[in-house]
């Protein structure tokens, strides 16, 4: 099943909350994700796919591009599709990811997300309402993503309009991308975590190295792109300080992930067109 919503509505929050493990990079800025990130929830024999999915939003760059494929690829796939929005706020972007759903002509829910800032609780009645008039709805969820009690209680909720069918994967499953993928959305979090402006849409990672030695410790190499050279300048930082705040905390994600040392070597180089180049964006993941 597909979550879809708009940028920055808390997708990624509730798909790391529902798999209980950070699989999907989380930032307070929009269209942080850049392709679709399955989670595996599975409880016992019962197990639901997962899929967040990039903000719905306007773009024509080749990468938007990307984005918005990736989007419908995700729903082209699912039984079924959640409509996550923001409590009290109905956007356009909204009523856009609400006709890509409907167009799929798949059953749908909706989740009300971030509730718990709503502190009249009263004004949530007319606003459910008033959703609940805009499609058929099978169930309308007001929840806080950041709530694992409450992401456990949607995927109950979520289990009885699913078709059976056996298991799709191990119960130690969490998602099926590759630990570089990982490495590389993780230190992509730092960025849009440490700087602000334009810089984090304008850059992207790849993955040289990934290795692991026989005695556990993984070992990665990655490549930071960027537009311009004063980008470079603020990701690398005076002394290269910003990028060894980035690499710190992008490693310590990756340690938490595998549950085994890691050594991350960063480095920074500038491409102007990068998101123009279509081998680079295929060896980045978002090629056509």
């Known amino acids: 099943m597909a979550l879809v919503g708009r940028p920055n509505v808390g997708k990624s929050t509730l798909l790391n909350h529902l798999i209980g493990q950070k699989i999907s990079i989380t930032a307070p800025r929009p269209q ?55 409590a009290l706020l109905w956007t356009a972007a909204d009523a856009e990811a609400l006709r890509w759903l409907e167009q799929r002509s798949i059953p749908l829910l909706a989740v009300v997300n971030k509730v718990d800032r709503v502190r009249d609780k009263a004004r949530l009645l007319p606003y459910l309402a008033e959703l609940g008039r805009r499609a058929p709805f099978l169930e309308i969820l007001p929840l806080s993503a950041r709530r694992a009690q409450d992401a456990e209680r949607l995927a109950g909720r979520i289990l009885p309009h699913l078709p059976p069918g056996p298991p799709r994967f191990a119960a130690d499953t969490l998602t099926d991308r590759p630990l570089r993928f990982l490495a590389a959305e993780f230190v992509r979090e730092q960025i849009f975590r440490q700087l602000g402006a334009e810089v984090p849409y304008d850059t992207a990672v790849a993955i040289e190295r990934y290795t692991v030695t026989e005695d556990g410790r993984h070992e990665i190499e990655a490549t930071i792109y960027c537009r311009r050279p004063g980008q470079k300048a603020m990701l690398v930082g005076e002394g290269g300080q910003r990028l060894k705040q980035i690499g710190s905390r992008a490693r310590q994600a990756i340690e938490e992930l595998t549950g085994s040392r890691v050594w991350l070597g960063l480095w920074v180089k500038e491409k102007e067109d990068w998101d123009g180049d279509r081998s680079l964006l295929h060896e980045l993941g978002y090629g056509d």
């Open 32 to 86: 942080t994700t850049r392709d679709q990130i399955l989670g595996v929830w599975t409880r016992g024999q019962a197990q639901i796919l997962f899929l967040d999915t990039p903000g719905v939003h306007r773009g024509y760059r080749r990468l938007n591009r990307h984005l918005l494929r990736a989007t419908r690829a995700a729903l082209d796939g699912a039984d079924l599709g959640i409509l996550v929005v923001e």
